[in-house]
């Protein structure tokens, strides 16, 4: 084939593909690449860094050869070069990869990020991302009173056809082991799952970093602003890490303003509200904002049984002859009231202990191999600092939860002083009420009663409750 003949061939090719494929992924990928040569049978396509090159192998490579091919039966093969229009010097050539085999990278001093490596059944379009867990979907997400919204929010994120959802960006916050990651994680897998045409990119914030002063330290930043702002769908996970670091959040700041003008949606996680982000910069702070702003509270006796109930249905799967006494998981989502990470781990040590020993699990088997935390919790978690805790943060005197004064800035402070004391101990009304000056224990569930009540109806309240929980716990 001529040069000439190649070039308008070439022009005609990039047309379909721009068709195919978008104008915004277009002008990211196809765009930039070149005629660099024909040599014999084979074309040599040159794309402006190794990032791009790699990119446009692994993901158009395929398509490309058969497009060649369509117009020139002669070709045999399409190869791609590093090749910038400042510096004549190319790389190696990157072979196409066949069409359902994975490209590789060309070097190993220069690694290719490729979709979460154990996952063969994840979707080829979904741009680069990092490790995806394949535990974490909804259907295995334990849905309570303390993460309800949050997972319904997280649903709408992944269902919604249009690039974004009426709220956005999503916002989730909570303590640690409380399912944010899950959360961010089931996300990307359902989105990718039901769009197939959606560009999903999920990575954590310190990840986003990196990325981001390799590029600075390569001179690639196109590269970079190219597959960061032609998702649509970006998901940053522990935003809190870039805290401090202007530079990053500067590109994030206009990666968030290019997506957002693009009706791309934008999930982000913290281990607190986008207010209590100190070291983050306002303007930020602002637009996160915009969307919905929802936490995830510490778990409920409730959902750390539901939690228990669902893993161990999976261990009993998997060892076949696991017998477990139903007041175990009682036992274990009354005494260790810590995050999930804790809770799982626990019940993993008493199956691990099961299995090992060919033992059924019993309750003085969690006794004996959860005394460790047990004891911690048990330690942690009194009436008397849960008093005092309160207290503190409603600035009222120590005195007023024992006094009989029942103005609202005093009762509110004592019912929900009240109501942790149910929720996080496991002394009864009666110990309780004998803790708040010699109450009726009929009082003591009026007052658990209006502040679960009040949790439901007031969002402040509620958000109150749950920075108190996470202080008292962790």
Same mark, same amino acid.
């Given at each position: 084939?001529?040069?000439?003949?190649?070039?308008?061939?070439? *022009? +005609?090719?990039?047309?379909?593909?721009?068709?195919?494929?978008?104008?915004?992924?277009?002008?990211?990928?196809?765009?930039?690449?070149?005629?660099?040569?024909?040599?014999?049978?084979?074309?040599?396509? /040159?794309?402006?860094?190794?990032?791009?090159? +790699?990119?446009?192998?692994?993901?158009?490579?395929?398509?490309?050869?058969?497009?060649?091919?369509?117009?020139?039966?002669?070709?045999? /093969?399409?190869?791609?070069?590093?090749?910038?229009?400042?510096?004549?010097?190319?790389?190696?050539?990157?072979?196409?990869?066949?069409? *359902?085999? %994975?490209?590789? %990278? &060309?070097?190993?001093?220069?690694?290719?990020?490729?979709?979460?490596?154990?996952?063969? !059944?994840?979707?080829?379009?979904?741009?680069?991302?990092?490790k995806l867990d394949k535990r974490y979907r909804f259907d295995s997400f334990v849905v309570g009173q303390s993460n309800e919204l949050a997972n319904?929010? $997280?649903?709408?994120?992944?269902?919604? $056809?249009?690039? $974004?959802?009426?709220?956005?960006?999503?916002?989730?916050?909570?303590g640690v082991g409380l399912g944010k990651t899950h959360l961010m994680h089931a996300i990307a897998w359902e989105a990718q799952a039901r769009h197939?045409?959606?560009?999903?990119?999920?990575?954590?914030?310190?990840? @986003?970093?990196?990325? @981001?002063?390799?590029?600075?330290?390569?001179?690639?930043?196109?590269? @970079?602003?190219? +597959?960061?702002?032609?998702?649509?769908?970006?998901?940053?996970?522990?935003?809190?890490?870039?805290?401090?670091?202007?530079?990053?959040?500067?590109?994030?700041?206009?990666? @968030?303003? =290019?997506?957002? !003008? #693009?009706?791309?949606?934008?999930?982000?996680? $913290?281990?607190?509200?986008?207010?209590?982000?100190?070291?983050?910069?306002e303007r930020i702070k602002s637009r996160l904002n915009w969307g919905l702003v929802t936490d995830i509270g510490p778990t409920d006796y409730e959902?750390?049984? #539901?939690?228990?109930?669902?893993?161990?249905?999976? &261990?009993?799967?998997?060892?076949?002859?696991?017998?477990?006494?139903?007041?175990?998981?009682?036992?274990?989502?009354?005494?260790?009231?810590?995050?999930?990470?804790?809770?799982?781990?626990?019940?993993?040590?008493?199956? =691990?202990? =099961?299995?090992?020993?060919?033992?059924?699990?019993?309750?003085?088997?969690?006794?004996?191999?959860?005394? *460790?935390?047990?004891?911690?919790?048990?330690?942690?978690?009194?009436?008397?600092?849960?008093?005092?805790?309160?207290? +503190?943060?409603?600035?009222?005197?120590?005195?007023?939860?024992?006094?009989?004064?029942?103005?609202?800035?005093?009762?509110?402070?004592?019912?929900?002083?009240?109501?942790?004391?149910?929720?996080?101990?496991?002394?009864?009304?009666?110990?309780?009420?004998?803790?708040?000056? #010699?109450?009726?224990?009929?009082?003591?569930?009026?007052?658990?009663?209006?502040?679960?009540?009040?949790?439901?109806?007031?969002?402040?309240?509620?958000?109150?409750?749950?920075?108190?929980?996470?202080?008292?716990?962790?």
């Amino acid at each position: 084939m001529e040069l000439g003949d190649a070039e308008r061939t070439w *022009d +005609e090719i990039r047309t379909a593909f721009r068709g195919e494929i978008g104008e915004a992924s277009y002008r990211s990928w196809i765009g930039v690449l070149t005629l660099d040569a024909i040599d014999c049978d084979i074309v040599h396509l /040159a794309a402006p860094n190794r990032f791009i090159c +790699e990119r446009v192998s692994g993901r158009f490579g395929p398509r490309l050869q058969e497009l060649w091919q369509a117009h020139a039966a002669n070709v045999r /093969a399409i190869g791609f070069v590093v090749k910038s229009s400042a510096d004549a010097k190319a790389s190696d050539p990157i072979p196409v990869p066949a069409p *359902d085999a %994975p490209s590789k %990278p &060309a070097s190993p001093a220069a690694p290719r990020l490729r979709l979460s490596a154990d996952d063969a !059944d994840a979707p080829a379009h979904t741009p680069t991302t990092f490790k995806l867990d394949k535990r974490y979907r909804f259907d295995s997400f334990v849905v309570g009173q303390s993460n309800e919204l949050a997972n319904a929010a $997280a649903r709408r994120v992944a269902e919604t $056809a249009t690039p $974004a959802a009426a709220f956005n960006p999503l916002f989730l916050y909570g303590g640690v082991g409380l399912g944010k990651t899950h959360l961010m994680h089931a996300i990307a897998w359902e989105a990718q799952a039901r769009h197939a045409d959606r560009r999903v990119l999920y990575l954590s914030a310190e990840k @986003f970093m990196h990325r @981001f002063v390799s590029a600075l330290r390569y001179k690639d930043t196109i590269a @970079f602003k190219n +597959e960061f702002r032609s998702v649509d769908l970006l998901l940053v996970d522990d935003f809190q890490f870039i805290a401090g670091k202007t530079s990053t959040q500067e590109e994030f700041f206009h990666t @968030f303003n =290019a997506l957002m !003008d #693009g009706n791309r949606q934008i999930v982000i996680s $913290a281990d607190r509200s986008p207010n209590d982000l100190e070291g983050v910069e306002e303007r930020i702070k602002s637009r996160l904002n915009w969307g919905l702003v929802t936490d995830i509270g510490p778990t409920d006796y409730e959902l750390r049984l #539901g939690i228990l109930q669902s893993k161990i249905d999976e &261990a009993v799967r998997d060892n076949p002859g696991l017998t477990v006494e139903p007041k175990v998981l009682e036992f274990i989502a009354h005494r260790v009231s810590a995050n999930v990470r804790v809770l799982e781990g626990a019940l993993n040590r008493l199956v =691990a202990h =099961a299995t090992l020993v060919g033992r059924p699990v019993t309750l003085d088997m969690a006794h004996e191999s959860l005394g *460790d935390l047990v004891r911690v919790y048990d330690r942690r978690l009194t009436i008397d600092e849960i008093q005092r805790k309160v207290a +503190e943060h409603y600035n009222i005197r120590l005195s007023d939860m024992l006094s009989p004064r029942r103005a609202r800035n005093i009762a509110r402070p004592r019912q929900i002083a009240m109501f942790l004391c149910k929720e996080l101990t496991d002394k009864s009304l009666p110990e309780i009420g004998r803790k708040f000056g #010699g109450r009726d224990h009929t009082t003591i569930m009026h007052g658990v009663k209006r502040i679960a009540q009040l949790c439901d109806e007031d969002a402040s309240l509620r958000e109150d409750v749950a920075v108190l929980r996470r202080s008292l716990e962790y």
